[in-house]
């Protein structure tokens, strides 16, 4: 039998993974399925989230320091919790987020060296430990989905004015897919992987599937 929810469902993944496209993709499977849900992004969900984005993907604040971006993302994440996540769950609606707590744990965590357990301990303490329902990682090698998007950008339909992580070594992108793939081991019943490295139709269809097997538990 069909789970109504709602859920909270979020996509994560490095640059280039698709998660863009996909969610798009989901939302519409979702309303063929009678669901209801709200499609929304980190950062940038918000007004004021669009601003610290702004600030966050500027490939001119390259030298920001660890601790700041951090704090950036927190507060984007606190207007978007208290304004969209949580009145939207409240009122029986889904919600499909392209990332959340888990690209902080990710970027700055494991890739820029900041504490794990002090990030838990923020998170815990700023949004009483929520955590979505199902993450869908969206899993490439770094040097695919870097390509992806620095051709994106490229051909315009990535905003240039939002590239600092592309910019960032593929030592940093590879600590990303590494930490990834950690928190996905450590938390089974919530991640599924999806290889992200096929085409966009495949990738498609095994979310569907991920989702639907969610849906029927």
């Keep these: 039998m069909l789970n109504p929810g709602p859920f909270f469902i979020t996509l994560e993944g490095g640059e280039g993974a698709g998660k863009t496209t996909q969610i798009v993709h989901l939302a519409g499977y979702l309303a063929a399925r009678g669901l209801k849900a709200i499609l929304t992004r980190e ?17 001119e604040h390259a030298g920001m320091a660890a601790e700041t971006e951090l704090l950036l993302y927190l507060a984007d994440r606190a207007e978007h919790v208290q304004t969209v996540i949580r009145p939207a769950l409240a009122a029986g609606a889904s919600v499909l987020c392209d990332r959340f707590c888990d690209a902080t744990s990710v970027y700055q965590g494991a890739a820029r060296g900041l504490s794990a357990e002090w990030l838990g301990r923020l998170h815990d303490l700023l949004f009483a430990g929520l955590k979505p329902d199902l993450t869908l990682l969206l899993d490439l090698p770094p040097e695919a989905g870097l390509a992806r998007a620095r051709s994106q950008l490229e051909r315009g339909v990535r905003s240039s004015g939002e590239s600092r992580f592309e910019e960032e070594t593929l030592g940093f992108h590879q600590r990303v897919r590494a930490g990834y793939l950690a ?10 992987v999806i290889d992200a490295g096929r085409d966009e139709g495949r990738v498609r269809q095994d979310i569907q599937a991920a989702v639907e097997a969610f849906l029927q538990i």
């Design 43 to 59: 950062p940038g969900g918000t007004a004021i989230g669009k601003r610290i984005r702004a600030v966050l993907l500027d490939p």
């Design 183 to 192: 928190l996905a081991r450590q938390a089974p019943e919530r991640f599924r």
